[in-house]
């Protein structure tokens, strides 16, 4: 079995209440431009809802499944509470089939239970990271991820994400203890081309193979480098040029730059 899929214990098909079609969009604006290349004809999906707001608190949820998402890289597990109701969570390494997880002020700080920022240890391994309370996890999604409290104000956390960033977000708001499973999805091979096409994935030209109408690294006589800076079609910076505006407003969140 796959390294990347072994933990996957499949509880049938996914959850009727918790899926929806996933539309495609194959990189085309409301105008049908393409505004995002190298997108199109990827395989019907169906998006699963996750609860990134972790906003049952204080209730006991069991794990009853965990599944494969075809929309992320993480695996997703199905809870379920007391009273009936099922949710998709993002499933943190470690925890099985039959494991409880809680979500509140004052639960206990273990694996799959989601907290304030106040309320977890210097240390700790966190991730589905508010930015503003009540607002649903926005950082910290993808398969393998994970973040470290390194010190804490009264208004602050200080929280060094995994691009080696240190940000401050508001202690108010919530987190889920533990790291993404599905750890080994970077080392997974795509194995062929046609996979990629399911994928979505279209195949990308050289600049240097373009002409210079298409491209600022078009044109020349026989084989030609870049002759450059690395740009992007669009004149900007490629290739590890900071590219931020410098005065964007959230930079007086940034401690240290991840550059």
């Known amino acids: 079995m796959n390294i990347s899929h072994s933990i996957i214990q499949k509880t049938g098909d996914p959850e009727?209440?918790?899926?929806?079609?996933?539309?495609?969009?194959?990189?085309?604006?409301?105008?049908?431009?393409?505004?995002?290349?190298?997108?199109?004809?990827?395989q019907k999906r169906y998006y699963r809802i996750?609860?990134?707001?972790?906003?049952?608190?204080?209730?006991?949820?069991?794990?009853?499944?965990?599944?494969?998402?075809?929309?992320?890289?993480?695996?997703?597990?199905?809870?379920e509470y007391a009273d009936g109701e099922r949710r998709y969570i993002l499933h943190p390494e470690g925890l099985r089939k039959g494991d409880s997880i809680n979500a509140g002020e004052s639960v206990e700080v273990k694996v799959g239970n989601a907290l304030p920022l106040r309320a977890i240890p210097i240390g700790t391994f966190i991730h589905n990271i508010e930015l503003y309370p009540s607002h649903g996890g926005q950082i910290i999604r993808s398969a393998g991820g994970y973040a470290t409290i390194i010190s804490k104000d009264e208004r602050y956390a200080h929280v060094?994400?995994?691009?080696?960033?240190?940000?401050?977000?508001?202690?108010?708001?919530?987190a889920t203890i533990g790291q993404i499973s599905n750890i080994g999805h970077k080392l997974e091979s795509i194995?062929?081309?046609?996979?990629?096409?399911?994928m979505g994935i279209r195949p990308t030209v050289r600049g240097v193979a373009q002409n210079p109408r298409s491209h600022p690294h078009g044109g020349g006589e026989g084989k030609s480098g870049e002759g450059m800076i690395p740009k992007t079609p669009w004149g900007k910076l490629a290739r590890g040029g900071k590219t931020r505006k410098p005065k964007k407003w959230t930079n007086q969140f940034i401690v240290k730059s991840r550059k």
């Open 16 to 42: 009727k209440n918790l899926i929806e079609i996933l539309k495609k969009h194959s990189g085309r604006d409301a105008l049908g431009h393409i505004s995002v290349r190298h997108q199109g004809g990827r």
């Open 160 to 174: 060094k994400l995994p691009s080696k960033e240190v940000r401050k977000i508001m202690i108010n708001s919530y």
């Open 191 to 198: 194995g062929k081309a046609g996979r990629k096409r399911l």
């Open 50 to 79: 996750i609860d990134f707001k972790r906003n049952k608190r204080n209730e006991v949820g069991t794990i009853i499944g965990i599944e494969y998402d075809p929309g992320r890289t993480a695996n997703i597990a199905l809870i």
